[in-house]
């Protein structure tokens, strides 16, 4: 696709339970961010991939978070044993892995926990 | 580490009125500096950016002029529109990289009336 795609769009959970959410980055764009955003809050990062570097998760606020990179494209956050607090919008973007160049972002995956 | 900080908002002006939008950032050496914006409704959009002192980026009116004596970065429209109604955040991108990732300023609403 042209733009980086994110799923779902919206995704409402109960407390306690895990949730997926899917990046598809922008072909050939090697970089790849998580970020949340949360209500009135700016864009906290997550966690950033390179290629086949290790991620960089100094971002990830606990280990109930993960992420993964499979093929170096499609990104997969994984929140285990959601709370309350988790709730807000996670966004991705991609970039070309020459520095100083844009990030595209998606539109955001809004997760709500009830 | 590396930091941005942005004006609070949110902020309410006239149409035709002048905008500006504070942002200062705490970083070693000349990071590169950015403008994303938030429609409603949508993703984050790149608005414009400079990558060294003194460069003036610009696109759809606005201009930010990257000024290392101060460390700031400030958004400025001579004349806003109604839609220019959106949240405008400043960020960066360290010489060191810090894995790459871009570091975000906490947002700033704005909200122009006709």
């Known amino acids: 696709g042209a733009g980086v795609s994110q799923s779902p769009s919206n995704k409402v959970t109960e407390k306690g339970k895990d949730v997926e959410l899917r990046c598809d980055p922008i072909s050939g764009h090697t970089a790849l961010y998580w970020y949340r955003q949360s209500l009135g809050q700016g864009l906290e990062f997550l966690i950033y991939f390179q290629g086949n570097s290790a991620p960089d998760k100094s971002g990830l606020p606990s280990d109930r978070f993960s992420a993964e990179r499979t093929g170096g494209s499609v990104s997969t956050l994984t929140i285990q044993r959601t709370q309350q607090e988790d709730s807000a919008v996670y966004l991705c973007?991609?970039?070309?892995?020459?520095?100083?160049?844009?990030?595209?972002f998606g539109q955001g995956t809004r997760l709500t926990v009830v | 580490g590396d930091s941005v900080t942005q004006m609070e908002g949110p902020v309410t002006l006239s149409e035709e009125a002048f905008l500006t939008i504070n942002c200062t950032y705490t970083?070693?050496?000349?990071?590169?500096l950015f403008w994303y914006v938030q429609y409603p409704g949508e993703g984050l959009q790149l608005l414009l950016k400079a990558t060294k002192a003194d460069d003036k980026g610009s696109n759809k009116g606005f201009e930010a002029t990257y000024r290392k004596e101060t460390t700031s970065f400030h958004l400025e429209k001579g004349s806003v529109q109604v839609s220019d109604s959106a949240v405008y955040f400043c960020a960066l991108k360290g010489i060191y990289n810090q894995g790459g990732k871009l570091i975000f300023g906490q947002g700033t609403e704005l909200s122009v009336k006709p």
């Open positions: 973007a991609s970039r070309k892995p020459t520095g100083g160049t844009e990030a595209f």
């Open positions: 970083a070693t050496g000349y990071p590169s």
